[in-house]
């Protein structure tokens, strides 16, 4: 199975005014992803399903790409919001689905959430809990660097915990995508 | 300073007949690197310096990036050869050389050490040896996939030691370049 984990596009600052969760994409942020979702469209990309975080930024996100036939199926899942964790999306969500292994799913949301679902996915929980740990030590910076509108594809092994056991094949910033 | 890791291109099958230091890229090899190269130039890239292994089939792909007008400048090192490893060469390669922060810098060589050492600048030796030894004992394979004229982007911190401590911008295979 392969998963595809997308940022959403540039958003509206955060304000006093506006809660986080309703906080909408930018004419630019629109415009970029479009283009994005054309492209990934023109390489041959297909997802099965996109399923994306219930907050406004994501499910537009999610929507364009929809609207670019990249699907034909939409799901919301609290999983993929800000507090949601990977543990738990493959327990209560993933596994109960059982999907067959050519399934190619595209996942919306956010950061560090979507960074961290990777490195988790290709180094397990033990290894990326001690790194973080010595990373807050050392104030270093995440490994990976997921820009607004950019994408990481991850296959998961064909059987067993996909957790330290999946590998990534690409990991895109928007702009070679435009 | 940005660090673009290229695998070289598919080259001849190891046999009896033929040394492995020796082996060539194939016709396909060849054609898929150029096109592959001329992708890198529209992105608007352009390398300081191309540093290559010393076997035939990674000496052979840094010519085509140059003839592509990737870089005018083309160097061979035995730290990219199969035997060598991330830590000599930043030791004895790249810190007497005092690079400038916006230096961007090719490296062509051979896997699975290029994996390794895109692993090994993002989470670090420590993080990395007992991941390696977990993963022998679970046969898990490693994280990222490069596969042949593919490449990783990999940030490096302004200052102090970049193990550990770097980040991964791009991975891309080589069918989303064409």
């Given at each position: 199975m392969e998963l595809y984990l997308i940022r959403h596009g540039i958003a509206q600052e955060r304000g006093l005014d506006i809660k986080d969760e309703q906080r909408s994409l930018t004419k630019e942020g629109r415009q970029k992803t479009e283009k994005v979702a054309q492209k990934i469209v023109k390489l041959g990309l297909q997802f099965d399903l996109i399923v994306t975080s219930p907050l406004v930024r994501a499910r537009q996100t999610a929507e364009i790409l929809i609207a670019e036939k990249l699907s034909s199926q939409l799901e919301e899942s609290?999983?993929?919001?800000?507090?949601?964790?990977i543990s738990s999306w493959l327990i209560n969500?993933?596994?109960?689905?059982?999907?067959?292994?050519n399934t190619q799913l595209a996942l919306v949301g956010h950061e560090p959430n979507l960074s961290i679902w990777a490195e988790t996915l290709l180094w397990g929980t033990e290894i990326l809990s001690s790194e973080s740990r010595s990373r807050e030590l050392s104030e270093v910076k995440a490994g990976l660097v997921l820009k607004k509108a950019g994408m990481i594809g991850i296959k998961l092994p064909e059987?067993?915990?996909?957790l330290g056991r999946s590998q990534m094949f690409w990991l895109t910033p928007p702009k070679y995508l435009l």
């Open positions: 609290s999983h993929l919001a800000p507090d949601g964790n969500w993933l596994e109960p689905r059982n999907y067959s292994q059987a067993g915990s996909p």
